[in-house]
T-cell receptor, first 112, second 111 residues
Framework: GAGVSQSPSNKVTEKGKDVELRCDPI?????LYWYRQRLGQGLEFLIY????????KSGLPSDRFSAERTGESVSTLTIQRTQQEDSAVYLC??????????FGPGTRLTVT | QKEVEQNSGPLSVPEGAIASLNCTYS??????FFWYRQYSGKSPELIMS????GDKEDGRFTAQLNKASQYVSLLIRDSQPSDSATYLC???????????FGTGTRLQVTL
């Protein structure tokens, strides 16, 4: 079956612009996660959605970051007023309940 | 203090040898542990999960968990050049959702 998909695969934006990143989880997966991976570094948790429960936003680095999810499907991560330190690969993962997480290919964001 | 620690490597092993990758975690309530492989420029790929003390084998891969020592390892038998990648250890650290990742160990399998 289809895996997790993300779009765009690459995004170059100017400092101060807003960007929207999209994630389509594996069909039937109830949990969805966003992570950030800066160049040469580990994965940093951003936010988690599980069904209709309130999302766990504990990893969002600032109020410029927000995310939404429609039911148990698509999620969008929005970064407002982008800064150069936001440059990273943004990874989305989904899982059935809270078990193994499967990652999408990521969106490489470059802020110039 | 990092919650999941790994030696960054590189760990270099000859083709055909056993590669041993290690990981320690600090949160005693962690219940679930995962190994991901990440090739350069690619996203992490799940290769093993382990939930109980002991060994779990899947093909050339064996995951080992020792909760008393807060230690997880991954053994790769008959290492191949295609195994050259960064291996990420992850733990479910208490909350039901979030995985905490180590920074990864880079494995190089030499001919």
């Amino acid at each position: 079956g289809a895996g997790v998909s993300q779009s765009p695969s690459n995004k170059v934006t100017e400092k101060g612009k807003d960007v929207e990143l999209r994630c389509d989880p594996i069909s039937g997966h109830t949990a969805l996660y966003w992570y950030r991976q800066r160049l040469g570094q580990g994965l940093e948790f951003l936010i988690y959605f599980q069904g209709n429960s309130a999302p766990d936003k504990s990893g969002l680095p600032s109020d410029r970051f927000s995310a939404e999810r429609t039911g148990e499907s698509v999620s969008t991560l929005t970064i407002q007023r982008t800064q150069q330190e936001d440059s990273a690969v943004y990874l989305c993962a989904s899982s059935l309940m809270n078990y193994e997480q499967y990652f999408g290919p990521g969106t490489r964001l470059t802020v110039t | 203090q990092k919650e999941v620690e790994q030696n960054s490597g590189p760990l270099s092993v000859p083709e055909g040898a056993i590669a041993s990758l290690n990981c320690t975690y600090s949160d005693r309530v962690s219940q679930s542990f995962f190994w991901y492989r990440q090739y350069s420029g690619k996203s992490p790929e799940l290769i093993m999960s382990i939930y109980s003390n002991g060994d779990k084998e899947d093909g050339r891969f064996t995951a080992q968990l020792n909760k008393a020592s807060q230690y997880v390892s991954l053994l790769i038998r008959d290492s191949q050049p295609s195994d050259s990648a960064t291996y990420l250890c992850a733990a479910n650290t208490g909350t039901a959702s979030k995985l905490t990742f180590g920074t990864g160990t880079r494995l190089q399998v030499t001919l």
